[in-house]
């Protein structure tokens, strides 16, 4: 989707480009856990030091979720919900089924669990049998490391390739099987979304996919500098809303934030919901303003707008701000100092309230 000549994922390229893709979306962290939190929550997990999903006071999050009242909640995962403590998450959305944890007759292939493939096969023949609608969350785990181990050995059709590594290393990745890690994924969607579309749920639900974090990485080839030399690859992922029947295609390139992912697909149902955090619709024809919130456990926090990334250092104050094109000729020094400014005000704000929100948006 970025243009990178290796193409690892031409199945979802072609995807994106029938359905709403959001090209500039960032995780608030780089974790996982905070990613779970952050999407089922609306809050950036702002505890530096500490996984919110890992604090026993923070955990009971109202989510928008327990608005879908007539549908059935499914979570997917391969392995054991107790890792990060997911599991504490979790617990707070109504009537929600888990398929988690060994399954029988299906080997795990690394620490995470079963294949990808597996779990999304398995996914679909819950989906299949479906009498209501529902609503699911399926946690994939295959592009993660150990990039060597992350499918089935009987996934025979699926074939490595082998690229020299100073290709691999100039267009982002680090090894031949993080590239071959990515290609898989790109498989495995595609043996899901040829299942479903062979079922009858298929035409009337709106399938969401979005990363729980980046991987540090060269972007220099098909990204400006800012997301390589301030690591904005860890935080940057692609969102994409794939519903062909219900959804005009659009590509949108503004800045956006992985908590508003719920609160966009309450929108596209029509869902009333209440919204006690930060995250917005993005569809929302009022929305106002482009940014997405991130931290890190170097004591930073910052903001990307669509035209710069702010950072500060909450110790020392050290500010830093560096524009997201790679036209930055065109900001004058007062431009600068002016968005400087606004987003250190806003990027304090919005810190401070999300730290108040983990410990007070609690499920009644």
């Not at 399926?138 to 390739?161: C, E, L, W, Y």
């Amino acid at each position: 989707m970025s243009g990178n000549p290796l193409n690892a994922t031409p199945y979802f390229d072609s995807l994106s480009r029938q359905g709403i893709f959001f090209e500039r979306c960032f995780t608030p962290h780089f974790s996982t856990a905070r990613a779970l939190f952050a999407i089922l929550s609306g809050i950036p997990d702002a505890q530096l030091f500490k996984f919110s999903s890992r604090n026993p006071e923070a955990v009971k999050q109202h989510t928008i979720i327990d608005n879908f009242a007539d549908y059935s909640k499914h979570y997917f995962l391969g392995g054991d919900p107790e890792f990060g403590n997911f599991q504490g998450v979790l617990n707070n959305i109504n009537d929600l089924q888990m398929h988690t944890g060994k399954r029988t007759g299906t080997p795990d292939v690394n620490v995470w669990g079963i294949s990808d493939k597996a779990l999304f096969l398995e996914a679909n023949e819950v989906f299949r049998k479906q009498s209501s609608p529902f609503f699911a969350y399926i946690q994939t785990s295959g592009n993660h490391r150990p990039f060597d181990k992350t499918m089935a050995s009987t996934d025979t059709d699926f074939i490595r390739v082998s690229v020299e590594t100073e290709t691999l290393k100039k267009y982002g990745f680090e090894s031949v099987d993080e590239f071959n890690a990515f290609r898989y994924f790109d498989y495995c969607v595609q043996q899901f979304l040829a299942a479903a579309q062979k079922e009858s749920y298929f035409s009337n639900t709106i399938f969401v996919f979005v990363g729980d974090h980046g991987v540090a990485g060269n972007a220099e080839a098909v990204y400006p500098p800012v997301w390589t030399e301030q690591r904005l690859t860890d935080e940057h992922v692609p969102l994409l809303f794939y519903a062909p029947q219900l959804l005009t295609a659009q590509r949108r390139n503004e800045v956006v934030s992985q908590i508003d992912v719920l609160p966009t697909i309450a929108g596209m149902l029509h869902q009333s919901y209440v919204n006690t955090t930060l995250g917005r619709d993005l569809l929302d024809p009022v929305k106002k303003y482009n940014f997405a919130f991130i931290t890190n456990t170097a004591d930073v926090v910052g903001m990307v707008s669509d035209d710069f990334y702010y950072t500060r250092n909450i110790n020392s104050s050290e500010e830093q701000l560096t524009p997201m094109h790679r036209g930055a000729s065109r900001y004058n020094k007062q431009q600068e100092d002016s968005a400087k400014k606004k987003l250190s005000e806003f990027t304090g704000a919005f810190f401070e309230t999300a730290k108040y929100l983990i410990m007070k948006n609690e499920k009644e």
